[in-house]
């Protein structure tokens, strides 16, 4: 094993994230446009929900949903946009099937109202989704299954900016597990929020990886005041996963948005393989 690589044997907890309470509301939460709300849910429903979650999706997605050929996909992809309607839907007081999405040149869905502030992001793992929803602009939500790697220091030289790679590489290998996907995942959350994905160079932006700072955009070329304009933010979707939420920073003073976090009903926790925590979504 070379200096650079990820021991395998750790507890698949990221060291420094902050328990997390996923609430399951009562009543369909309100959102001030001040917040970003986080819903976490699982990808694997009952049969009978997923035909639920089915009937309420538009050709398009039906076609990508065919596409799919591994195992499990097709309807992993099903009850990802179902809930996505479903929850976008409660937002908006209209039914699931009757949301209508654009796509981005990249193609990042957002809704097609323009009389609409609601901005989200969906991201999923494995059986594991989490849906971003905001009113202040742009947003980017990432997760990501830890698992463990060998051959960091190649992966961090084509993920990562110079500087980046400096800061892991400053890193004692203790802290290197956690500072990987600390770094990852803000990326990918900054890139989504953005919608441009892959064809924006992974090297021409910078954040923050160390264990127990901040989570921070340091650096975006060509943007010198790329930190007021947007706040990122770490989630810790449960034991096993690492997740990152970029928002749109409408303003510069009025303190830190609030994010909330919620599990759309209490069965959601159950549609996914048993990995998520369930410790942390008090009742
Ligand atoms: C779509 C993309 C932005 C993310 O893909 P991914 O990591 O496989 O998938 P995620 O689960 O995070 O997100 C997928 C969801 O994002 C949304 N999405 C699709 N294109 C998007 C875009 N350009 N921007 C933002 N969101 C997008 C969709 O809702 C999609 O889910 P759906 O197809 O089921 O509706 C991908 O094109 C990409 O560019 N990934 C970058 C990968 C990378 O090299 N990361 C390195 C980080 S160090």
Redesign the pocket.
């Known amino acids: 094993m070379d200096s650079t690589t990820i021991p395998g044997e750790h507890s698949f907890e990221m060291d420094f994230a902050p328990t997390e309470i996923w609430l399951n509301p009562e009543r369909f939460p309100e959102l001030h446009p001040s917040e970003a709300h986080v819903w976490r849910f699982g990808l694997e429903p009952p049969a009978t929900e997923l035909a639920e979650l089915e009937s309420t999706l538009d050709d398009r997605e039906l076609r990508?949903a065919d596409s799919f050929r591994g195992k499990g996909l097709r309807s992993k992809?099903v009850a990802?946009?179902g809930m996505?309607r479903r929850l976008l839907g409660g937002y908006l007081g209209e039914a699931p099937s009757r949301i209508a999405f654009t796509?981005?040149a990249?193609?990042?869905?957002e809704l097609a109202s323009d009389r609409t502030e609601f901005r989200f992001?969906?991201?999923?793992?494995g059986s594991l989704a989490l849906l971003a929803v905001t009113k202040a602009g742009a947003v980017?939500?990432?997760?990501e299954a830890l698992r463990p790697f060998e051959n960091a220091e190649r992966i961090i030289e084509r993920?990562?900016s110079k500087a980046e790679q400096k800061a892991f590489l400053d890193l004692p290998e203790s802290e290197r597990f956690t500072a990987f996907y600390l770094?990852?995942t803000r990326?990918?959350a900054y890139?989504?929020?953005?919608?441009?994905?892959?064809a924006t160079r992974?090297d021409s932006f910078d954040v923050s990886l160390t264990p127990g700072l901040p989570a921070a955009l340091l650096r975006v070329e060509d943007d010198p005041d790329a930190h007021k304009h947007w706040e990122m933010f770490d989630l810790n979707p449960g034991e096993g996963f690492a997740g990152a939420l970029v928002v749109a920073s409408s303003r510069e003073s009025q303190g830190p948005r609030e994010i909330r976090r919620f599990v759309p009903f209490s069965g959601a926790e159950t549609w996914d393989s048993g990995k998520i925590d369930r410790h942390q979504s008090p009742r």
């Open positions: 990508r992809f990802g946009r996505l796509y981005g990249n193609g990042k869905p992001n969906l991201a999923h793992t980017g939500v990432d997760v993920f990562f770094g990852w990326k990918e890139l989504k929020a953005v919608g441009t994905g892959l992974l």
